[in-house]
């Protein structure tokens, strides 16, 4: 065996993905979609942990790995308090924090975290992760709200951006840092994030109630209609599951499958062809938000996530969108890679992990 096998545990909306590196070789990565309605059979997220472990070992019998192979867990992260952007061990605080979603969002990339933490803590070996979901790099302009002691929290794909961003910009022969650029992850989530001289310095807040909705997420609501909706007898947990498992297209069809809802589209469906639009004249609002941000200064608005494998999603917004900037199209994620290169490179020395501090990275100065 390599002297480092790194499994790669990469839990979303709806989908678990697994990856088996042996230091730079990839063995396999395998994608299992889950649509909406089984996961909301589970009543919290981490109720889901049994079913995504099955997957896990599922994948691993069927590649003919054995778990007891595994020496180095890799899992994306999310929901504990606010960090900065790196490579971070998995402790038992991080996975206490990210359990009780201590930064306030309820994510499904927290279960990267918590898996990876009960395998290792099983079979041996080390775990870490990378660019969790709360990486905190916001401007304080993006921060503060019109009620005071209500901020709005850091909350996108960070791993799968970052990653694009750097692979957009080494691909063009720049740097990351030197460049600003509108990134847009297009998946059962949707973020659009203003990244300036590499870091993430405004956003939608992915699954906060904040942004275009999505397959599973309700997106940005006028508060009275949610004043509303509540006194119609509907429950706050009910609208908190909305918020990141079981609004958006999930709302209007019952389903996440994407490809189900635009079968219906270019079947000449007439609301499933609104709502599609909707969205993506949702996302365009939001790309032109994040210009704003960036005081017009934008060197690319790049397309990445899942759901760019749809044409009409990017041409609507090439045609709304490409006066800003030029448009550069990653389709899918660059996520599994970035996780292993970049543990691999901590591993061998070549670059540091920071502790988890349990603590956010910003605080308010101003605070009374």
Wanted: net charge negative.
């Amino acid at each position: 065996m390599n002297k480092h096998r790194m499994l790669i545990i990469n839990p979303g909306s709806t989908s678990t993905k697994i990856s088996v590196f042996d230091d730079k070789d990839c063995i396999f990565t395998e994608s299992i979609f889950h649509d909406a309605p089984e996961l909301l059979s589970y009543p919290t997220v981490e109720a889901q942990i049994p079913l995504r472990k099955k997957v896990i070992l599922d994948l691993l019998k069927k590649h003919g790995i054995g778990i007891d192979t595994i020496n180095v867990y890799v899992g994306r992260g999310g929901s504990a308090c606010q960090q900065k952007a790196g490579v971070m061990p998995i402790d038992e605080a991080l996975y206490r924090d990210t359990a009780a979603a201590k930064g306030g969002s309820d994510h499904p990339a927290k279960l990267g975290v918590m898996l990876a933490y009960e395998l290792c803590k099983e079979y041996g070996g080390q775990m870490f992760t990378l660019d969790p979901t709360n990486v905190d790099e916001l401007c304080d302009y993006a921060r503060y709200t019109g009620i005071r002691g209500v901020y709005r929290k850091a909350q996108t794909h960070v791993l799968n951006q970052k990653a694009v961003a750097m692979t957009h910009a080494k691909k063009n022969g720049k740097k990351y840092e030197d460049c600003n650029y509108i990134i847009c992850h297009i998946d059962g989530g949707i973020t659009i994030t203003a990244h300036r001289h590499g870091k993430m310095i405004d956003s939608n807040v992915g699954s906060g109630g904040d942004g275009p909705f999505t397959p599973t997420r309700i997106g940005s609501v006028p508060v009275l209609e949610i004043v509303e909706y509540l006194e119609r007898g509907h429950s706050v947990e009910e609208l908190k599951t909305m918020c990141s498992r079981a609004g958006g297209l999930v709302s209007h069809f019952g389903t996440s499958d994407a490809d189900r809802i635009h079968k219906l589209v270019d079947d000449g469906d007439g609301y499933a062809t609104v709502i599609w639009n909707t969205m993506i004249y949702q996302i365009c609002k939001c790309i032109g938000e994040m210009a704003v941000a960036l005081d017009g200064k934008v060197d690319s608005i790049i397309l990445t996530g899942g759901l760019v494998r749809f044409d009409d999603i990017v041409k609507m917004i090439e045609e709304k969108c490409g006066w800003i900037a030029p448009i550069a199209v990653y389709p899918g994620e660059l996520e599994q890679e970035a996780m292993a290169a970049a543990v691999r490179h901590v591993l061998e020395h070549k670059k540091s992990a920071h502790p988890y501090t349990a603590a956010p990275v910003w605080t308010d100065p101003f605070k009374p």
